[in-house]
C-alpha cells in the first residue's frame, strides 16, 4: 500500500507555470509506474503523463510539448512541470500510484488557469 499526496496547484495566468508534486510514502519500492490525471468541472478524469520505473515517459497528446513529468530515484516524490498554460488546463489533478494488481490516488489539488 502507498499513500499520496499533491501539493503545488494554484491560481495562475494564461502562458505561466506551475510545478506539482506527490509524495509517496508506504510501500515506494513496490511502486511499477506513476501518473498524474486531472478532472475538469462537468468532466471525466483524464489522464496526463505517467512514468515508469526505468523513466520511461508519455503524455497526453493535449500537454506534450508542455508539461514534463519526472521522479526521484527512489519514487518518493514525482512532479509535473507545466508551463505555457491554458486555461483549459483548468482542472483537480491527481497523483497515482500503481502497485500491480492496485490503483492508488492522491486526494488531488487544484489547478486554476485565468485567461
Known amino acids: 500500500q502507498v499513500q499520496l499526496v499533491e501539493s503545488g496547484g494554484g491560481l495562475v495566468q494564461a502562458g505561466g507555470s506551475l510545478r506539482l508534486s506527490c509524495g509517496a510514502s508506504?510501500?515506494?519500492?513496490?511502486?511499477?509506474?506513476m501518473g498524474w490525471y486531472r478532472q475538469a468541472p462537468g468532466k471525466q478524469r483524464e489522464f496526463v503523463a505517467f512514468?515508469?520505473?526505468?523513466?520511461?515517459?508519455n503524455y497526453a497528446d493535449s500537454v506534450k510539448g508542455r508539461f514534463t513529468i519526472s521522479k526521484e530515484i527512489a519514487w518518493n516524490t514525482m512532479y509535473l512541470q507545466m508551463n505555457s498554460l491554458k486555461p483549459e488546463d483548468t482542472a483537480v489533478y491527481y497523483c497515482?500510484?500503481?502497485?500491480?494488481?492496485?490503483?492508488?490516488w492522491g486526494q488531488g489539488t487544484q489547478v486554476t488557469v485565468s485567461s
Open positions: 512514468i515508469t520505473r526505468g523513466g520511461s515517459t
Open positions: 497515482s500510484a500503481r502497485i500491480p494488481p492496485n490503483n492508488y
Open positions: 508506504g510501500s515506494i519500492f513496490s511502486i511499477t509506474s
